[in-house]
């Protein structure tokens, strides 16, 4: 049986934050080899998941050692119909309470859910309840007022094993710092595992965060291109070693991890999504000579898989 992932954060405390349209089924697997905790697919639409309308690629378990599938929607039994419909793909499953995004909210979903507290709470008991699988939540701090006091309580009252908590309000939506004091006030107010998120990019960070302010550490943004940031992380948490590469390491390694993420994409569906090749090629050779040029040609390439790896063998 999978461990949950509570048991996950005590062994490793550095999880990927899910991204839409960067963090696939290819790019998990990937930042698993490099060392990450766990990982969570993107944003899944239960209204969507229950007409049968979304692509199994999305939420997929793929060769993950470990699945995390998220979900977003409003109502708590199209939650629980949603969650047991995945559950070959899922070890846990995650409830997304922070998406800013207006389309997402309309629907009052994401962000829109921490208006009201008891619904979450609602939510997450009625999962608890009815779904074979550990249940987490993602949450901020609020959707303009805050309500995190409110919602972090009803979230743990009814049974989830870990909160992740990004330190903004969604009205914030990515603007400023996150508000690290937000979140260590809910790490002193409650006992379930927990993870601190908002702009965590330098592993001298763990010194500032962890243990203080959390449990465990979810990196997004500065993960984009960069898988090899948990393994970073790592080190320096273990034996506080920082990781310092010369312009040509640095480059070597991209190339090396970049040809690995297309090996795994090529397993799949989402291999078609040209678009997606060529913006994670922009993202992983970001800063590296040359990678101007480099993009231009795989974006000539199109969706020729074999292509795109012979330009980057060269690169
Ligand atoms: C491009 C992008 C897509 C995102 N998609 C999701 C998502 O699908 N589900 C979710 O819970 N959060 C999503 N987020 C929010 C991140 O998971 C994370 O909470 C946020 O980026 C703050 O962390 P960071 O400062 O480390 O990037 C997304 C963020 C970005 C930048």
Redesign the pocket.
């Known amino acids: 049986m999978a461990k949950r992932p509570s048991q996950l954060l005590k062994e490793n405390p550095f999880v990927l934050?899910?991204?839409?349209?960067?963090t696939d089924i290819a790019f998990r697997e990937l930042a698993e080899e490099c060392g990450v905790s766990y990982s969570t697919c993107?944003?899944t639409s239960v209204d969507a998941l229950v007409r049968d309308k979304v692509k199994h690629d999305r939420y997929a378990r793929g060769k993950l050692k470990f699945s995390s599938v998220?979900l977003f929607g409003s109502k708590p039994e199209v939650f629980v119909e949603a969650a047991n419909k995945v559950l070959e793909d899922a070890d846990s499953i995650d409830v997304?309470f922070?998406?800013p995004s207006a389309c997402v909210n309309a629907n009052d979903a994401g962000a829109m859910l921490l208006k009201d507290p008891k619904n979450v709470g609602e939510i997450i008991s009625k999962l608890v309840k009815h779904v074979d699988r550990p249940i987490t939540a993602?949450i901020r701090l609020g959707y303009k007022k805050t309500t995190y006091r409110e919602v972090a309580r009803e979230v743990e009252d009814a049974g989830a094993d870990v909160l992740a908590v990004?330190g903004r309000t969604a009205e914030q939506k990515?603007s400023g710092f996150?508000n690290w004091d937000s979140i260590r006030e809910i790490y002193e107010n409650t006992q379930i595992p927990f993870i601190g998120?908002?702009?965590?990019k330098d592993p001298k960070q763990i010194d500032d965060y962890l243990g203080t302010h959390c449990d465990a550490l979810?990196?997004?943004?500065?993960a984009i291109g960069n898988p090899m940031i948990f393994d970073d992380f790592s080190r320096y948490h273990k034996r506080g070693e920082i990781v310092d590469l010369s312009n040509d390491e640095k480059k070597q390694r991209q190339k090396e991890l970049f040809l690995k993420y297309l090996e795994k994409l090529s397993h799949y569906d989402v291999a078609k999504q040209h678009q997606r090749i060529w913006r994670q090629a922009m993202w992983f050779f970001k800063g590296i000579e040359g990678a101007k040029k480099l993009r231009v040609a795989v974006v000539e390439a199109k969706d020729d898989l074999n292509k795109v790896i012979k330009l980057v063998k060269e690169f």
Do not use: F, T
């Open positions: 934050a899910p991204m839409d349209d960067v993107e944003l998220q997304n922070g998406c993602k990004h990515y996150a998120n908002g702009d965590i979810m990196i997004g943004r500065a």
